[in-house]
């Protein structure tokens, strides 16, 4: 719920998030801003929006990036 806030003033070259950021609002938002959408679409969208595959995948590095911080942290 608060994407939309987050996003607001940062310029990017892509926006990469997960199917729970598949929404148009925030994809509007991301391309009005100059940025490339990287969300793939929910399987029950009825037109399937396309996205970069490719890009996408990057996202699982970041992801365990993520996961290796918060192992040590403590």
């Known amino acids: 719920s608060q994407a939309q806030a987050l996003i607001e003033g ?8 997960d199917k729970a ?3 148009d609002a925030i ?4 391309r009005e801003q100059g940025m ?9 969208r009825k037109e399937q929006r ?3 595959e490719h ?3 990057h996202r699982h590095l ?3 990036a993520f996961l ?3 192992r040590w942290r403590g």
Do not use: F, M, W
């Not at 940062?10 to 998030?17: D, K, R, V």
């Open 50 to 52: 396309p996205y970069d």
């Open 62 to 64: 970041v992801e365990n």
């Open 68 to 70: 290796k911080i918060k």
């Open 21 to 23: 950021y598949d929404n």
């Open 27 to 30: 994809v509007q938002q991301a």
């Open 10 to 17: 940062i310029s990017a070259q892509n926006l990469i998030g």
């Open 36 to 44: 490339n959408p990287v969300i793939p679409p929910r399987c029950n």
């Open 55 to 57: 890009l996408y995948q």
